[in-house]
T-cell receptor, first 114, second 109 residues
Framework: GAVVSQHPSRVICKSGTSVKIECRSL??????MFWYRQFPKQSLMLMAT?????????EQGVEKDKFLINHASLTLSTLTVTSAHPEDSSFYIC??????????FGSGTRLTVV | SQQGEEDPQALSIQEGENATMNCSYK?????LQWYRQNSGRGLVHLIL?????REKHSGRLRVTLDTSKKSSSLLITASRAADTASYFC?????????FGGGTRLMVKP
């Protein structure tokens, strides 16, 4: 079956620094990758959608200059949280879509900004 | 809002009882999916029901879909303590998933 690897699973960073999260499809090429944010006891909120080689499409209210998404290949997308602040602390989840497998989710990254 | 709605938001039952969760969505869909999430963990895909299906079963799970009402329900029969988790519906409009608010299920032993 399809597997998506997301790293790191947990990260703690200082306020003002940047953090990169990787999302990799291991055994398939993803047409599209999605990034979600989930606050405690809440649902997943879509942040952005990215296709390989093109700019990401951000949802309303998501700052594209703060949450940089790079989708350099059909198997790798990265989310960089720039100048992180405590309010950016959250659970970030990626998902990769391919027609045969549908949507496959990574295991998530718990970001804590101190 | 990009989210659909789920109810109840929280549900507490005894082991052996059935648990029913409801989901409403806003757009036309290709399919509707249900996911489970244990606290602080990733999503586990449970079941997918296509827009032309009305009911689907998988083990102890039963899903219904009413496209005229834009609603779906998930029934977990003979619940177990290990079923304690959050459950989310996700509406697939063809180019993205839109998640419901989720139901936090607690099954007491």
């Amino acid at each position: 079956g399809a597997v998506v690897s997301q790293h790191p699973s947990r990260v703690i960073c200082k306020s003002g620094t940047s953090v990169k999260i990787e999302c990799r499809s291991l055994d398939f090429q993803a047409t599209t990758m999605f990034w979600y944010r989930q606050f405690p006891k809440q649902s997943l909120m879509l942040m952005a959608t990215s296709n390989e080689g093109s700019k990401a499409t951000y949802e309303q209210g998501v700052e594209k200059d703060k949450f940089l998404i790079n989708h350099a290949s059909l198997t790798l997308s990265t989310l960089t949280v720039t100048s992180a602040h405590p309010e950016d602390s959250s659970f970030y989840i990626c998902s990769a879509y391919e027609g045969k497998y549908g949507y496959t989710f990574g295991s998530g990254t718990r970001l804590t900004v101190v | 809002s990009q989210q659909g709605e789920e109810d109840p938001q929280a549900l507490s039952i005894q082991e052996g009882e059935n648990a029913t969760m409801n989901c409403s969505y806003k757009t036309s869909i290709n399919n509707l999916q249900w996911y489970r999430q244990n606290s602080g963990r990733g999503l586990v895909h449970l079941i997918l029901i296509r827009s032309n299906e009305r009911e689907k079963h998988s083990g102890r799970l039963r899903v219904t879909l009413d496209t005229s009402k834009k609603s779906s329900s998930l029934l977990i029969t003979a619940s177990r303590a290990a079923d304690t988790a959050s459950y989310f519906c996700a509406a697939d409009a063809g180019n993205m998933l839109t998640f419901g608010g989720g139901t936090r299920l607690m099954v007491k032993p």
